[in-house]
């Protein structure tokens, strides 16, 4: 899938170090010292995570139907957006910007840099995705706003964890299962594992709503998602 870009060599990453050191204008300015020392680490070869790889190369993310989760339709989009020339083997750009010393307004400058990336990028996704739910015959926000924000900026973080059902836990190790329901957590237990049938779902945690919603959106959308918590579990 050409996950692997190729980095500097050894002889033009001296180079840019000495043009680094030749820009500071005094010696022991920390921003510049900072650049010095990461020189290295931002030269580097580009690598999606193992973790990452392994959601792209799970045939779920090669699926798309009408009973195919919001979690997988995303995957199966960014699948399509680091294959494409646009991607070219990289994830989605998170708009964080990296701890750093700076003035404020060069602060500013680089941030408002670092989003417009983002908002580029997941504009990028969101056509990836639109052709995704076209081909499972879904509506084209069938996967929320919120969920395409929440998904590319957490994109290269992304982790799979497959878990058996609870009543295969129950019948294969019940004397765990005993433990959870003598310690009185069952309840608590079975809630965390219906929160994370929810998160492959919707791409998010029930209650985690858009940072613009409204107090009394908020509200009928946590209870939404409890009633939706409460049918999972």
Same mark, same amino acid.
């Given at each position: ?72 339709? !995303?995957?199966?989009? =960014? /699948?399509?957006? *680091?294959?494409?020339?646009?991607? #070219? ?5 998170? %708009?964080? +910007? ?26 990028? !996704?969101?056509?990836? =995705? /639109?052709?995704? *739910?076209?081909?499972?015959?879904? #509506? ?5 706003? %919120?969920? +395409? ?26 004397? !765990?299962?005993?433990? =959870? ?8 237990? #079975? ?43």
């Amino acid at each position: 899938m050409g996950l692997e870009k190729k980095g500097l060599t050894y002889k033009q990453r001296k180079e840019i170090l000495a043009l680094v050191q030749q820009m500071a204008p005094a010696a022991g300015e920390e921003n510049f010292d900072e650049a010095v020392e990461a020189v290295n680490t931002s030269c580097s070869d580009y690598v999606v995570s193992n973790d990452v790889n392994r959601i792209l190369t799970d045939p779920a993310a090669n699926t798309a139907d009408a009973q195919t989760s919001n979690f997988w339709l !995303l995957a199966n989009a =960014l /699948r399509r957006y *680091v294959a494409s020339e646009y991607g #070219a083997g990289k994830m989605p750009h998170s %708009g964080a +910007i990296p701890d750093m010393k700076a003035d404020t307004q060069s602060y500013v400058n680089l941030l408002r840099i670092y989003k417009q990336k983002a908002e580029q990028d997941k504009a990028e !996704l969101t056509q990836c =995705l /639109r052709k995704v *739910v076209q081909e499972a015959a879904l #509506a084209d926000d069938h996967v929320s706003a %919120g969920e +395409i924000d929440t998904f590319c900026k957490n994109a290269s973080q992304l982790r799979l964890v497959r878990t058996h059902a609870l009543h295969h836990e129950a019948e294969t190790a019940p004397e !765990l299962w005993d433990n =959870l329901v003598n310690e009185g957590v069952s309840e608590h237990y #079975a809630l965390f594992r219906a929160a994370g049938v929810f998160l492959e779902k919707h791409g998010r945690y029930p209650g985690i709503t858009d940072a613009d919603t409204g107090a009394g959106d908020l509200d009928a959308q946590c209870e939404q998602d409890a009633r939706e918590l409460r049918a999972i579990a």
